[in-house]
């Protein structure tokens, strides 16, 4: 069956209760706007977006091990039988196996990344140009504070609209594979909002994370354009010294297109010719997605952990395919 996910549904407990995947993303399972396919009698839940022809989907099964593959196959079946052709996006290495194993094209699309907090200092000669920004941030009066949500929709509201008006007149908001504020799901995240002179200027949206490296994941993170220098990273070190005062063992910093790329990665059977698109798309495809913008802003960090994500397509590398998961994504 296929039905929308909310809080309440078997999604929540799925993701944190069968993790073997160690998916730091399984959280946006729960975004507004996915769909969830589960079986009578099999312990798991697998959810995905429609969009044209394709149905994509999101990780893989969040399934009991003796349920994993016949949800999968069920899925398969279930999708097929509407027209649609399955691919699957944001998969482990271990979903990227099964996937192979049922002649699915699975190729590495990018990586995750995480730092391990109890051991996590900003000190030392690595971290001096980061200090430096946060300082500045915090100089030109920024205060950060962790906020309900409901108690600053305008605020959120004004931050969103600034910073999609910088991005020019065809932005869209991203979906699916990022994170959200609000909704059912709202309760469980955590968010981090930061003013200068009581004015709402930029924000961070912490979504849990299950499993060995359990702890959050840096989500949905927005800015003013004409704000401080160093704003998401001053809002970014407060987060981190509230998660470690907690006894937060991992910050993830999600899933990021195009990097982390490394043939040894690759399963047998991938596609040489997607390879070589990622690694494009890597150089020249800004456009597309800030892959290296975004990379940039996650090496700050120094992550302890890269941990590489799969694209699996149903048969052979289709571009038609992978542009479906940007229009899953809104991306145009």
């Not at 007149?169 to 955590?190: I, T, W």
């Amino acid at each position: 069956m296929s039905a929308i996910v909310d809080a309440d549904s078997p999604i929540l407990r799925a993701v944190r209760t069968h993790t073997q995947a160690e998916n730091a993303s399984s959280f946006l399972a729960l975004n507004t706007g996915n769909s969830v396919f589960t079986v009578p009698d099999l312990d798991g839940v697998i959810v995905y977006r429609r969009t044209g022809r394709y149905a994509v989907q999101l990780g893989g099964p969040f399934a009991a091990p003796d349920a994993y593959d016949t949800l999968l196959d069920r899925f398969h079946e279930h999708v097929r039988e509407q027209g649609l052709r399955p691919v699957g996006v944001q998969l482990q290495r271990h979903d990227a196996e099964r996937y192979a194993a049922r002649g699915f094209t699975v190729n590495q699309m990018g990586a995750s990344w995480a730092v391990r907090l109890p051991e996590f200092s900003l000190r030392g000669s690595r971290f001096m140009q980061l200090r430096n920004k946060i300082s500045r941030a915090f100089r030109n009066g920024l205060q950060v504070e962790e906020v309900p949500a409901e108690n600053c929709r305008e605020a959120l509201a004004a931050i969103d609209d600034a910073w999609l008006g910088s991005k020019g007149e065809q932005a869209r908001p991203l979906e699916f594979l990022v994170g959200q504020v609000g909704g059912d799901a709202q309760r469980h995240r955590r968010l981090f909002v930061g003013t200068i002179d009581d004015a709402p200027v930029a924000y961070i949206s912490y979504s849990p994370v299950f499993g060995t490296r359990a702890g959050w994941m840096h989500d949905l993170s927005r800015r003013v354009p004409s704000g401080s220098p160093g704003l998401m990273e001053a809002i970014n070190s407060f987060a981190i010294e509230r998660f470690r005062e907690e006894g937060v063992e991992w910050l993830h910093f999600g899933f990021t297109p195009f990097t982390g790329l490394d043939v040894s990665n690759e399963l047998p059977g991938h596609s040489p010719a997607f390879q070589w698109l990622m690694h494009f798309l890597w150089e020249h495809g800004e456009g597309l997605y800030p892959a290296q913008t975004q990379l940039a802003y996650k090496h700050k960090w120094a992550p302890d952990a890269t941990l590489p994500e799969y694209v699996a397509f149903d048969g052979g590398a289709s571009l038609a395919a992978f542009a479906h998961i940007f229009r899953a994504c809104n991306a145009f």
